[in-house]
Nanobody, 119 residues
């Protein structure tokens, strides 16, 4: 089992910045993907950004050029730097880890952290 602990959410004004962190409780030695998903009331979680094996990154079109995902592999932590925040970035942000166990993919979610963008 892996626990994911998120931090860094809160309130920001439009145009402001926030930085989210997600720390895994143990190291992953096989292939894995870590990323951030956003959920708003009545909607499914949607991909915001993810990093695959620490090499390639994917972003939702709505955040390209504004958000940057990065990781500290030694600390098994992934970060989401959110710049030029907009009202539509508001939501609960969940960290997700997909890890190869050696025989199948295991999926873990964090508890979620609220991001509110409002003036």
């Amino acid at each position: 089992q892996v626990q994911l602990v998120e931090s860094g959410g809160g309130l920001a004004q439009p145009g402001g910045s926030l930085r989210l962190s997600c720390a895994a409780s143990r190291s992953i030695y096989n292939s894995y993907t870590m990323g951030w998903y956003r959920q708003t009331p009545g909607n499914q979680r949607e991909l915001v950004a993810r990093i695959v094996n620490g090499v390639s990154t994917n972003y939702a079109d709505s955040v390209k050029g504004r958000f940057i995902i990065s990781r500290d592999s030694a600390k098994m932590t992934v970060f989401l730097q959110m710049n030029n925040l907009q009202n539509e970035d508001t939501g609960v942000y969940y960290c997700k880890l997909n890890a190869w166990s050696g025989s199948d993919w295991q999926t873990y979610w964090g508890q979620g952290t609220q991001v509110t963008v409002s003036s």
